[in-house]
């Protein structure tokens, strides 16, 4: 089985602060995604990668960053953490450009503080 | 641009009966539909999906939708639910066109006995 693991499940950070949350996904996995998961708002793409060194921005892109430097390794970065960046991070990886099946990590809870 | 609608935020139900959770979606082109599935302190786990072919779906666990291009719909069913099948239901569109796969706001399906 596909398995994509975040490094962190749970995160609490200071307002300011840089934060790193980790991807890994062992199925040579050509594409990652970065989702956050908040209530009543559903899940909201925020960068995505379709290849090593390459990123695309999501629809909420505005206060984080990517790094695609291997294939198997996506990093989401918050330069300055803020208080609204609070919430639950999702990564999620497939083959093909259709997105015919996400897999998921089991998500980062960041609490901003 | 695509868009994705679950109206009912939560819908509970007593064990054995039947239920349905509704997703709408909007596009300009021909769509791709999926229904994933994220139970408590998990990830989320693709649950059915239509590309082409026949619009009735199902999945290996008693879940079914029907995808109604007239309708723009894509409507998840099963005719006995389970406590097990407490969950959130996330409807997700996408097509050939486009690189990403957009999420409804989610159902959150809670069953009693």
């Known amino acids: 089985d596909v398995k994509v693991t975040q490094s962190s499940r749970y995160l609490v950070k200071r307002t300011g602060e840089k934060v790193f949350l980790e991807c890994v996904q062992d199925m040579d996995h050509e594409n990652m995604f970065w989702y956050r998961q908040d209530p009543g708002l559903g899940l909201r793409l925020i960068y995505f990668s379709y290849d090593v060194k390459m990123k695309e921005k999501g629809d909420i892109p505005e206060g984080y960053s990517v790094s695609r430097e291997k294939k198997e390794r996506f990093s989401l970065i918050l330069e300055s953490a803020s208080t609204n960046q609070t919430s639950m991070y999702l990564c999620?990886?497939?083959?093909?450009?259709?997105?015919?099946?996400?897999?998921f990590g089991s998500g980062t809870q960041l609490s901003v503080l | 641009a695509q868009s994705v609608t679950q109206l009912d935020s939560q819908v509970p139900v007593f064990e054995e009966a039947p239920v349905e959770l509704r997703c709408n979606y909007s596009s300009s082109v021909s769509v791709y539909l999926f229904w994933y599935v994220q139970y408590p302190n998990q990830g989320l786990q693709l649950l059915l999906k239509y590309l082409s072919g026949s619009t009735l779906v199902e999945s290996i666990n008693g879940f079914e939708a029907e995808f109604n291009k007239s309708q723009t719909s894509f409507h998840l069913r099963k005719p006995s639910v389970h406590i097990s099948d407490t969950a959130e239901y996330f409807c997700?569109?996408?097509?050939?066109?486009?690189?990403?796969?957009?999420f409804g706001t989610g159902t959150r399906l809670q069953v009693f006995p």
């Open positions: 999620a990886s497939t083959v093909g450009r259709n997105n015919e099946k996400l897999f």
């Open positions: 997700a569109v996408s097509n050939y066109n486009t690189d990403k796969l957009i």
